[in-house]
Antibody, heavy 115, light 108 residues
Framework: EVQLVQSGGGLVQPGGSLRLSCAAS????????MNWVRQAPGKGLECVSV???????YYADSVKGRFTISRDDSTNALYLQMNSLRADDTAIYYC?????????WGQGTTVTVSS | DIQMTQSPSTLSASVGDRVTITCRAS??????LAWYQQKPGKAPKLLIY???SLEPGVSSRFSGSGSGTEFTLTISSLQPDDFATYYC??????????FGGGTKVEIK
């Protein structure tokens, strides 16, 4: 079965760090474009980062320099390292496979940045 | 960045109604547009890709059209399961995909 299962997330203080994980099954993350998309409470969707098949990475301006996307081909997993977290990073974070549209999504994980 | 503008932001409709949602891009994106349905507490679900291609397994009452800067999502006969929020998304550049602000379809 093609699926993405997420872990990580939680409550962190401003300035803190978190690492989100996304385990893929039924396909290889290394052969696909993979994204992290977030949704702030009551708001719309924002793509924060993407990693290409060849390993090139891109970031939204809102997270550039603070977030790092990576993948582990041996474990078929995608990661998002989030540093210097701010209150406006509070959101549900989704990993998603990009095949034209975003056709496979993780279940989402909540990140809350608050003191 | 390419800005995506959806209208309306909220739509009230009845079961059986034909519903149309519009999405406009700030510059031409050819046919690189997708539509998603999201229900509360759930991840978005891909409905349409390449502006008019139906994702496998999605009901044929959903259809998409358009190219360039103007796109529409049509639900031919609204069903109870269709009450949700719908988003358009452009992917003319995979490095800068952007979403519309969403359209909430409510029960009239």
């Amino acid at each position: 079965e093609v699926q993405l299962v997420q872990s990580g997330g939680g409550l962190v203080q401003p300035g803190g760090s978190l690492r989100l994980s996304c385990a893929a099954s039924g396909f290889s993350v290394s052969n696909n474009y993979m994204n992290w998309v977030r949704q702030a409470p009551g708001k719309g969707l924002e793509c924060v980062s993407v990693i290409y098949r060849e390993g090139t990475t891109y970031y939204a301006d809102s997270v550039k320099g603070r977030f790092t996307i990576s993948r582990d081909d041996s474990t078929n997993a995608l990661y998002l390292q989030m540093n210097s977290l701010r209150a406006d990073d509070t959101a549900i974070y989704y990993c998603a496979r990009q095949s034209g549209g975003l056709d496979v999504w993780g279940q989402g994980t909540t990140v809350t940045v608050s003191s | 960045d390419i800005q995506m503008t959806q209208s309306p932001s909220t739509l009230s409709a009845s079961v059986g109604d034909r519903v149309t949602i519009t999405c406009r891009a700030s510059q031409s994106i050819s046919i690189w547009l997708a539509w998603y349905q999201q229900k509360p507490g759930k991840a978005p679900k891909l409905l349409i890709y390449k502006a008019s291609s139906l994702e496998p397994g999605v009901s044929s009452r959903f259809s998409g059209s358009g190219s360039g800067t103007e796109f529409t999502l049509t639900i031919s006969s609204l069903q109870p399961d269709d009450f949700a929020t719908y988003y358009c998304q452009q992917y003319s550049s995979y490095s800068e995909i952007t979403f519309g602000g969403g359209t909430k379809v409510e029960i009239k």
